[in-house]
């Protein structure tokens, strides 16, 4: 499945890395960058996390809550959120579901696995439509990020 710019997120609620619940639809009135990065503790996914915790402030600025998602187990991923000083939720999509309904999955990942968030990044704005949309295949690119800040100053 594909989403597409202007159709409604597809809505999900899954654990974070202290096993809490989170609900995209409790962001209802805020924008949300939603990214799907694929294995915590990969190189690039830290380097693509710490650009966002070192710049949080600039989306929270823009009204925006971040939130990661990975096929992570919740305890890695809070492991991965405390040794990396990550200010934002790290969901985890443990089954899959998610990633999949965002058309953001590998089914085949490379190395036997399969299954892996694909790097990517939405912008929700505050009723629940996507206004940005980036999925990448390749997993050692990053998302282009100043699209998304621009695409959030436009909404508001």
Same mark, same amino acid.
């Given at each position: 499945?594909?989403?597409?710019?202007?159709?409604?997120? #597809?809505?999900? $609620?899954?654990?974070?890395?202290?096993?809490?619940? /989170?609900?995209?639809?409790?962001?209802? @009135?805020?924008?949300? /960058?939603?990214?799907?990065?694929?294995?915590?503790?990969?190189? /690039?996914? $830290?380097?693509?996390?710490?650009?966002?915790?070192?710049?949080?402030?600039?989306?929270?600025?823009?009204?925006?809550?971040?939130?990661?998602?990975?096929?992570?187990?919740?305890?890695?991923?809070?492991?991965?959120?405390?040794?990396? @000083?990550?200010?934002? #939720?790290?969901?985890?999509?443990?089954?899959?579901? $998610?990633?999949?309904?965002? @058309?953001?999955?590998?089914?085949?990942?490379?190395?036997?696995?399969?299954?892996?968030? &694909?790097?990517?990044?939405? /912008?929700?704005?505050?009723?629940?439509?996507?206004?940005?949309?980036?999925?990448?295949?390749? #997993?050692?690119?990053? #998302?282009?990020?100043?699209?998304? &800040?621009?695409?959030?100053?436009?909404?508001?």
């Amino acid at each position: 499945m594909e989403v597409l710019i202007g159709e409604k997120a #597809p809505l999900f $609620t899954l654990r974070d890395q202290d096993k809490e619940k /989170v609900a995209l639809d409790s962001f209802r @009135g805020r924008q949300v /960058v939603l990214v799907f990065f694929p294995l915590a503790f990969s190189s /690039v996914c $830290t380097k693509e996390l710490c650009h966002l915790r070192d710049e949080l402030a600039q989306y929270e600025d823009l009204d925006a809550q971040i939130l990661g998602v990975s096929v992570d187990s919740l305890y890695a991923l809070r492991a991965f959120r405390e040794t990396q @000083g990550y200010n934002f #939720p790290l969901l985890s999509d443990f089954n899959k579901e $998610t990633s999949r309904s965002y @058309g953001a999955l590998h089914e085949d990942f490379g190395l036997e696995m399969k299954g892996v968030s &694909k790097r990517s990044v939405f /912008v929700i704005d505050k009723e629940g439509i996507i206004r940005h949309a980036e999925i990448l295949d390749n #997993p050692g690119e990053m #998302p282009n990020f100043a699209q998304v &800040k621009q695409t959030l100053r436009q909404l508001s």
